[in-house]
């Protein structure tokens, strides 16, 4: 990505939704420009059809409406209003419902990721990473209990240990980075459960968004999930 110069012509993004195996699709995303920004977020959903769907839904629409009125300062802060409606929800329903939510802006200075649970943003550049996890395995991980085999058909892999709505306080981890970039991948755990890094990288890599968001939703398919699968990716260009 040129920081400079984020140009229209070169930002290429494709998504995919797709309910699985399951009943209902639960997951949520967002893939638009929003004044100067881009803005690209999945949230999963948690507590069944009804309640999933919904907290999902907020989430996703409390981000828009933050991003819209705050740009991208104080991302915390749309978070921690998205937080809020869903426990406001939660109480008049008596439902206890909730969502993970992996965002990413991508401005002209660079870009911020910012998650709470366990979908997951993988950035590709000068530098390969992805977000943490928050969930009972990935700190069962860090914590040497076990390792990453063991943790592959772990009976409580998808257990999270953090996500809106459960909690008034919401810890939100955000990183602001002004390295190159080249490509965004955002999914939810019905893809990042199921295909390994090394697999989604040289998937991304390789195709452009729209072919490699069909090939990784088949893969996760044919290993085995029956999760919904939701993934976004956002080509910038060189």
Avoid at 105 to 113: A, P, Q
Wanted: include cysteine.
């Amino acid at each position: 990505m040129n920081k400079n110069h984020l140009r229209d012509d070169i930002v290429e993004y494709y998504y995919v939704t797709e309910k699985g195996l399951r009943e209902h699709n639960e997951d949520y995303y967002i893939a638009e420009k929003i004044n100067d920004l881009y803005v690209f977020g999945v949230a999963d959903g948690i507590g069944g059809h009804s309640g999933g769907e919904l907290a999902s839904k907020i989430a996703i629409g409390e981000l828009k409406e933050y991003i819209k009125r705050k740009g991208s300062d104080r991302i915390k802060e749309g978070f921690e209003k998205a937080n809020s409606t869903i426990i406001i929800e939660n109480k008049r329903r008596n439902s206890n419902m909730g969502t993970t939510l992996v965002l990413c802006i991508v401005k002209n200075e660079g870009f911020i990721v910012a998650n709470v649970g366990d979908s997951r943003a993988y950035v590709f550049g000068e530098k390969n990473w992805r977000t943490k996890d928050h969930n009972l395995v990935q700190d069962l991980i860090q914590k040497g209990v076990i390792d990453k085999k063991e943790a592959i058909d772990h009976p409580q892999k998808n257990v999270v240990t953090r996500a809106l709505g459960l909690d008034k306080k919401v810890k939100v981890d955000v990183y602001d980075k002004m390295e190159e970039i080249s490509i965004i991948l955002l999914c939810s755990d019905g893809l990042s459960d199921y295909v390994d890094d090394k697999i989604i990288t040289e998937i991304v890599k390789k195709y452009k968004p729209k072919v490699a968001c069909g090939k990784l939703v088949k893969k996760a398919l044919e290993n085995g999930s029956k999760d919904n699968i939701t993934v976004v990716i956002v080509n910038l260009g060189s």
